[in-house]
């Protein structure tokens, strides 16, 4: 027997989450704001537009993964344990608290009609502190900070602290710019306005979650066919609601091809058929042999990747409405 020390064991060290559906959700949204200028263009959207879809794609994120936890809540061993859960989320959360930040001061600048380095302090603090608008983007913007200190702070102490108000939070901070938009003068205008960004958002955003998390074809055993039984019922919501928002703002069939608005409406309406066509589709085969264990992780992960993709662009599209007349 040689001498000198014994081997120190490895310490097996936590997976990362994978971030590369997250890049790609980016990129596609960002192609769908692009469409939505080949359309709708000179009538908009507003360079903002991109950073809106990236703000509302990390929100969902966010939202995802607390949608995430709840599905898997009253397992013995959840295919995701509570304190990975801390780390994306104050990652997430942080990039989010940036984008807000950006459009907040962009918001502000459009008012007094400047560009962003140009406005100055007393013209931002009139915005958030007298406009309702700017007030909103305030709020965001605190709540998004808010959340991602103490998603950092419960990462650092590794807690066991729910995730339902993190999650209540996030949906506020997703709501503050679209209440206020065109339908906030309608009867029931606001509540259907909620509806459809909030069943959105647990749409994408849950995927996203078990892109960035799920490890291993048991994981997606578990977690895919809960998250299926929840996205038909959101896509009912995001359908229903839309086509009142649309039917609303355009008045008339004809404006469905002679406005920008109207075409990116249409792209959209198209983009959902091919989603629900689709989530059908996934329903039927790559459900059911993720759930008998018959699909590998990459597989499952390719597929999710490709409905992420595709529901980021219809994102990209819904946040250049946003900015479109």
């Given at each position: 027997?040689t001498g000198g020390s014994a081997?120190?064991?490895?310490?097996?060290?936590?997976?990362?989450?994978?971030?590369?559906?997250?890049?790609?959700?980016g990129l596609a949204g960002l192609?769908?704001?692009?469409?939505?200028?080949?359309?709708?263009?000179?009538?908009?959207?507003?360079?903002?537009?991109?950073?809106?879809?990236?703000?509302?794609?990390?929100?969902?994120?966010?939202?995802?993964?607390?949608?995430?936890?709840?599905?898997?809540?009253?397992?013995?061993r959840p295919a995701v344990p509570?304190?990975?859960?801390?780390?994306?989320?104050?990652?997430?959360?942080?990039?989010?608290?940036?984008?807000?930040?950006?459009?907040?001061?962009?918001?502000?600048?459009?008012?007094?009609?400047?560009?962003?380095?140009?406005?100055?302090?007393?013209?931002?603090?009139?915005?958030?502190?007298?406009?309702?608008?700017?007030?909103?983007?305030?709020?965001?913007?605190?709540?998004?900070?808010?959340?991602?200190?103490?998603?950092?702070?419960?990462?650092?102490?590794?807690?066991?602290?729910?995730?339902?108000?993190?999650?209540?939070?996030?949906?506020?901070?997703?709501?503050?710019?679209?209440?206020?938009?065109?339908?906030?003068?309608?009867?029931?205008?606001?509540?259907?306005?909620?509806?459809?960004?909030?069943?959105?958002?647990?749409?994408?955003?849950?995927?996203?979650?078990?892109?960035?998390?799920?490890?291993?074809?048991?994981?997606?055993?578990?977690?895919?066919?809960?998250?299926?039984?929840?996205?038909?019922?959101?896509?009912?919501?995001?359908?229903?609601?839309?086509?009142?928002?649309?039917?609303?703002?355009?008045?008339?069939?004809?404006?469905?091809?002679?406005?920008?608005?109207?075409?990116?409406?249409?792209?959209?309406?198209?983009?959902?058929?091919?989603?629900?066509?689709?989530?059908?589709?996934?329903?039927?085969?790559?459900?059911?042999?993720?759930?008998?264990?018959?699909?590998?992780?990459?597989?499952?992960?390719?597929?999710?990747?490709?409905?992420?993709?595709?529901?980021?662009?219809?994102?990209?599209?819904?946040?250049?409405?946003?900015?479109?007349?």
């Amino acid at each position: 027997m040689t001498g000198g020390s014994a081997p120190r064991a490895r310490v097996r060290q936590p997976r990362l989450p994978n971030s590369r559906t997250s890049a790609l959700a980016g990129l596609a949204g960002l192609l769908g704001v692009a469409l939505a200028w080949a359309l709708a263009h000179p009538a908009g959207p507003d360079a903002a537009a991109a950073i809106r879809v990236l703000s509302d794609l990390l929100g969902s994120t966010f939202l995802g993964v607390c949608v995430l936890a709840l599905l898997q809540r009253d397992d013995r061993r959840p295919a995701v344990p509570a304190v990975r859960l801390w780390r994306p989320l104050a990652i997430t959360a942080g990039a989010w608290a940036v984008a807000e930040a950006v459009l907040l001061v962009a918001a502000a600048a459009e008012t007094v009609e400047v560009a962003a380095g140009r406005l100055t302090p007393d013209a931002f603090a009139h915005f958030v502190s007298e406009i309702s608008v700017g007030q909103l983007g305030a709020a965001a913007v605190v709540a998004t900070v808010g959340l991602a200190v103490a998603a950092a702070i419960a990462f650092r102490r590794d807690a066991q602290w729910p995730l339902t108000p993190f999650a209540a939070v996030a949906a506020l901070a997703l709501l503050a710019r679209p209440v206020t938009g065109h339908m906030s003068a309608q009867t029931l205008g606001p509540a259907l306005v909620a509806i459809h960004v909030l069943a959105a958002a647990a749409w994408i955003g849950p995927l996203l979650a078990m892109s960035l998390l799920l490890r291993g074809r048991g994981a997606w055993a578990a977690i895919l066919p809960r998250y299926s039984d929840l996205a038909w019922k959101c896509v009912v919501a995001v359908a229903v609601t839309g086509a009142v928002d649309a039917a609303v703002k355009l008045g008339d069939v004809d404006a469905l091809v002679s406005t920008g608005y109207g075409r990116i409406i249409l792209a959209k309406t198209i983009g959902l058929l091919a989603l629900v066509a689709l989530g059908w589709w996934w329903r039927t085969r790559w459900v059911p042999a993720a759930a008998a264990h018959r699909t590998p992780e990459d597989v499952s992960l390719r597929n999710a990747s490709i409905e992420v993709a595709a529901l980021a662009v219809v994102f990209g599209l819904a946040a250049a409405l946003a900015t479109t007349g």
